[in-house]
Protein backbone atom coordinates (compact mmCIF):
# COMPACT_ATOMS: atom_id res chain seq x y z
CA UNK A 1 0.00 0.00 0.00
CA UNK A 2 1.20 3.54 -0.95
CA UNK A 3 0.91 6.86 0.97
CA UNK A 4 0.68 10.19 -0.96
CA UNK A 5 0.95 13.77 0.73
CA UNK A 6 -2.77 15.27 1.22
CA UNK A 7 -3.45 18.76 0.74
CA UNK A 8 -6.53 19.21 0.73
CA UNK A 9 -6.80 20.33 3.96
CA UNK A 10 -4.30 22.80 5.94
CA UNK A 11 -4.38 22.18 9.36
CA UNK A 12 -4.99 25.46 11.49
CA UNK A 13 -3.09 24.50 14.85
CA UNK A 14 0.49 25.65 14.31
CA UNK A 15 2.43 22.45 15.21
CA UNK A 16 4.01 19.43 13.17
CA UNK A 17 1.36 17.71 11.33
CA UNK A 18 1.35 15.24 8.11
CA UNK A 19 -1.64 14.05 6.03
CA UNK A 20 -1.72 11.63 3.58
CA UNK A 21 -4.07 9.61 1.03
CA UNK A 22 -4.15 5.95 0.46
CA UNK A 23 -6.50 3.42 -1.36
CA UNK A 24 -7.07 0.05 1.55
CA UNK A 25 -7.86 -2.43 -1.13
CA UNK A 26 -3.83 -2.14 -2.14
CA UNK A 27 -3.28 -3.27 1.66
CA UNK A 28 -1.14 -6.51 2.46
CA UNK A 29 -0.01 -8.04 5.49
CA UNK A 30 3.92 -7.31 4.36
CA UNK A 31 3.23 -3.57 4.71
CA UNK A 32 3.42 -3.30 7.98
CA UNK A 33 6.93 -4.64 7.82
CA UNK A 34 7.88 -2.82 4.86
CA UNK A 35 7.09 0.96 6.46
CA UNK A 36 8.66 -0.43 9.85
CA UNK A 37 5.42 -0.33 12.37
CA UNK A 38 4.52 -2.82 14.74
CA UNK A 39 1.05 -4.63 14.06
CA UNK A 40 -0.27 -4.61 17.36
CA UNK A 41 -1.91 -8.15 18.68
CA UNK A 42 -5.37 -7.00 18.65
CA UNK A 43 -5.44 -6.37 15.20
CA UNK A 44 -3.73 -9.47 13.37
CA UNK A 45 -7.18 -10.92 12.72
CA UNK A 46 -9.28 -7.38 11.80
CA UNK A 47 -10.21 -6.74 8.39
CA UNK A 48 -8.59 -5.32 6.03
CA UNK A 49 -9.56 -1.79 6.16
CA UNK A 50 -8.94 -1.50 10.22
CA UNK A 51 -5.39 -2.82 9.53
CA UNK A 52 -5.18 -0.37 6.45
CA UNK A 53 -6.28 2.36 8.27
CA UNK A 54 -3.84 1.76 11.64
CA UNK A 55 -0.98 1.39 9.47
CA UNK A 56 -2.44 4.81 7.77
CA UNK A 57 -2.41 6.89 10.71
CA UNK A 58 1.07 5.30 12.36
CA UNK A 59 2.79 6.54 9.10
CA UNK A 60 1.24 9.59 9.06
CA UNK A 61 2.57 9.69 13.38
CA UNK A 62 5.96 8.26 11.96
CA UNK A 63 6.55 11.48 9.86
CA UNK A 64 5.57 13.68 12.46
CA UNK A 65 7.69 12.10 15.48
CA UNK A 66 11.18 12.35 12.63
CA UNK A 67 10.16 16.02 11.99
CA UNK A 68 10.68 16.56 16.01
CA UNK A 69 13.90 14.41 15.55
CA UNK A 70 12.58 11.22 17.23
CA UNK A 71 12.83 8.92 13.95
CA UNK A 72 12.74 5.43 15.78
CA UNK A 73 9.51 4.96 18.21
CA UNK A 74 6.55 3.31 17.56
CA UNK A 75 3.66 4.25 18.85
CA UNK A 76 1.56 1.73 20.56
CA UNK A 77 -2.07 1.63 22.02
CA UNK A 78 -2.88 1.21 25.84
CA UNK A 79 -5.23 -0.91 27.77
CA UNK A 80 -7.95 2.27 26.75
CA UNK A 81 -6.96 1.91 22.87
CA UNK A 82 -5.46 5.80 22.98
CA UNK A 83 -1.76 6.07 21.28
CA UNK A 84 1.06 5.92 23.46
CA UNK A 85 3.55 9.02 22.60
CA UNK A 86 7.02 9.58 23.45
CA UNK A 87 7.83 10.98 26.56
CA UNK A 88 7.14 14.75 27.03
CA UNK A 89 5.40 14.90 23.18
CA UNK A 90 1.51 15.39 22.99
CA UNK A 91 -0.06 14.11 19.52
CA UNK A 92 -3.03 13.01 17.96
CA UNK A 93 -4.26 10.61 15.15
CA UNK A 94 -7.26 10.17 13.13
CA UNK A 95 -8.26 8.22 9.76
CA UNK A 96 -11.34 8.22 7.99
CA UNK A 97 -12.27 6.58 4.39
CA UNK A 98 -9.02 6.65 2.21
CA UNK A 99 -7.13 9.69 4.39
CA UNK A 100 -4.93 9.74 7.57
CA UNK A 101 -3.29 12.19 9.48
CA UNK A 102 -1.31 12.75 12.82
CA UNK A 103 -0.13 15.75 14.64
CA UNK A 104 1.90 16.33 17.41
CA UNK A 105 4.19 18.79 19.61
CA UNK A 106 6.40 19.14 22.86
CA UNK A 107 4.62 19.04 26.15
CA UNK A 108 4.62 22.65 27.17
CA UNK A 109 1.78 24.41 28.44
CA UNK A 110 -0.45 22.23 26.27
CA UNK A 111 -2.26 19.32 27.91
CA UNK A 112 -3.45 17.84 24.87
CA UNK A 113 -4.50 17.86 21.39
CA UNK A 114 -7.47 16.49 19.04
CA UNK A 115 -7.83 15.68 15.70
CA UNK A 116 -10.92 13.82 13.97
CA UNK A 117 -11.38 13.62 10.09
CA UNK A 118 -14.40 12.23 9.38
CA UNK A 119 -16.87 11.76 6.05
CA UNK A 120 -19.75 13.94 5.21
CA UNK A 121 -22.93 12.71 6.76
CA UNK A 122 -25.99 11.86 4.49
CA UNK A 123 -28.81 14.32 4.91
CA UNK A 124 -30.87 11.43 6.64
CA UNK A 125 -27.97 10.77 8.55
CA UNK A 126 -27.63 14.69 9.46
CA UNK A 127 -31.82 14.70 10.49
CA UNK A 128 -31.25 11.15 12.37
CA UNK A 129 -28.87 11.08 14.55
CA UNK A 130 -28.66 15.11 16.11
CA UNK A 131 -30.53 13.16 19.29
CA UNK A 132 -27.71 11.62 19.84
CA UNK A 133 -24.91 13.81 19.08
CA UNK A 134 -26.30 17.19 20.39
CA UNK A 135 -26.84 18.62 23.64
CA UNK A 136 -30.59 19.77 24.53
CA UNK A 137 -29.73 23.18 24.75
CA UNK A 138 -27.88 23.47 21.37
CA UNK A 139 -30.51 23.07 19.21
CA UNK A 140 -31.19 26.85 18.58
CA UNK A 141 -27.45 27.87 18.17
CA UNK A 142 -27.40 24.66 15.68
CA UNK A 143 -30.01 25.73 14.04
CA UNK A 144 -27.85 29.06 13.39
CA UNK A 145 -24.90 27.39 12.21
CA UNK A 146 -26.91 24.88 9.56
CA UNK A 147 -27.75 28.53 8.20
CA UNK A 148 -24.07 29.05 7.41
CA UNK A 149 -22.60 25.15 6.72
CA UNK A 150 -24.16 22.13 4.51
CA UNK A 151 -23.69 19.53 6.90
CA UNK A 152 -23.16 21.05 10.25
CA UNK A 153 -24.15 17.95 12.73
CA UNK A 154 -21.29 16.13 10.78
CA UNK A 155 -18.70 19.29 11.75
CA UNK A 156 -20.21 19.15 15.47
CA UNK A 157 -19.54 15.39 15.49
CA UNK A 158 -16.02 15.69 14.84
CA UNK A 159 -15.55 18.74 16.70
CA UNK A 160 -16.62 16.41 20.06
CA UNK A 161 -14.70 13.64 18.71
CA UNK A 162 -11.59 15.95 18.84
CA UNK A 163 -12.54 17.55 22.39
CA UNK A 164 -12.87 13.93 24.10
CA UNK A 165 -8.81 13.17 22.24
CA UNK A 166 -7.77 16.34 23.68
CA UNK A 167 -9.38 16.11 27.16
CA UNK A 168 -8.60 12.43 27.58
CA UNK A 169 -5.31 12.96 28.78
CA UNK A 170 -6.93 14.98 31.58
CA UNK A 171 -9.78 13.30 32.35
CA UNK A 172 -8.43 9.33 32.12
CA UNK A 173 -12.09 8.10 31.16
CA UNK A 174 -14.56 7.65 28.78
CA UNK A 175 -17.39 10.86 28.52
CA UNK A 176 -20.52 11.94 26.16
CA UNK A 177 -21.33 13.67 23.90
CA UNK A 178 -23.58 15.63 26.08
CA UNK A 179 -20.24 17.06 28.30
CA UNK A 180 -20.08 19.28 25.46
CA UNK A 181 -22.13 22.05 24.56
CA UNK A 182 -21.44 24.09 21.72
CA UNK A 183 -22.16 28.14 22.39
CA UNK A 184 -20.74 30.22 19.91
CA UNK A 185 -19.11 29.70 16.62
CA UNK A 186 -17.92 32.04 13.46
CA UNK A 187 -16.06 30.86 9.99
CA UNK A 188 -13.27 28.82 11.33
CA UNK A 189 -14.23 28.07 14.97
CA UNK A 190 -16.42 26.52 17.34
CA UNK A 191 -16.18 27.37 21.23
CA UNK A 192 -17.74 24.55 23.75
CA UNK A 193 -18.49 24.89 27.14
CA UNK A 194 -17.58 21.95 29.21
CA UNK A 195 -20.97 21.11 31.24
CA UNK A 196 -19.84 18.94 33.86
CA UNK A 197 -16.75 18.41 36.09
CA UNK A 198 -14.71 15.62 34.16
CA UNK A 199 -11.75 16.11 35.62
CA UNK A 200 -9.73 18.51 38.48
CA UNK A 201 -8.23 20.06 35.28
CA UNK A 202 -11.51 20.01 33.40
CA UNK A 203 -14.05 21.28 35.63
CA UNK A 204 -17.64 22.36 34.37
CA UNK A 205 -17.97 25.65 32.38
CA UNK A 206 -14.12 25.14 30.99
CA UNK A 207 -14.00 27.01 27.90
CA UNK A 208 -12.63 24.69 24.58
CA UNK A 209 -12.33 25.99 20.77
CA UNK A 210 -12.51 23.61 17.79
CA UNK A 211 -11.14 24.75 14.36
CA UNK A 212 -12.92 23.42 11.72
CA UNK A 213 -13.16 23.32 8.05
CA UNK A 214 -14.79 20.96 5.33
CA UNK A 215 -14.12 20.48 1.52
CA UNK A 216 -16.48 18.20 -0.88
CA UNK A 217 -16.05 15.04 1.00
CA UNK A 218 -14.24 15.24 4.66
CA UNK A 219 -14.69 17.68 7.72
CA UNK A 220 -11.49 18.43 9.71
CA UNK A 221 -11.48 19.06 13.37
CA UNK A 222 -8.54 19.89 15.37
CA UNK A 223 -9.01 20.70 19.57
CA UNK A 224 -5.71 22.06 21.73
CA UNK A 225 -6.31 21.87 25.32
CA UNK A 226 -4.35 24.24 28.22
CA UNK A 227 -5.31 23.88 31.79
CA UNK A 228 -6.12 27.92 31.36
CA UNK A 229 -8.56 27.55 28.60
CA UNK A 230 -10.60 30.84 27.99
CA UNK A 231 -13.49 31.95 25.88
CA UNK A 232 -12.88 32.78 22.08
CA UNK A 233 -12.41 36.44 21.71
CA UNK A 234 -13.55 36.97 18.67
CA UNK A 235 -16.27 39.56 17.75
CA UNK A 236 -17.49 37.64 14.70
CA UNK A 237 -18.85 34.51 16.53
CA UNK A 238 -22.00 33.67 16.45
CA UNK A 239 -24.23 33.80 19.40
Known sequence: MDFSLYTKLS?????????????????????????QIVLPQQLQKAVVKRRAEYLAGRFCAKQVLTALNIPCF????????????????IGSITHTQGIAMAIACQHTDIAGIGIDLEQL????????????ILHPDEYPLFRRLAGQLSHPLTVIFSAKESIFKALYPSVKQFFGFEA???????????????????????????????????????????CEFTIAAQPLKNTNVGK
Open 74 to 89: DIISGPDRAPIWPKNI
Open 121 to 132: MSAKQELELQKQ
Open 11 to 35: PQLSHNSYCCEFDSSSFIDSDFLNY
Open 180 to 222: AQLIAFNQQQLQFKITKTLAEQVPQDTYVTVFYQCNKSVVLTE
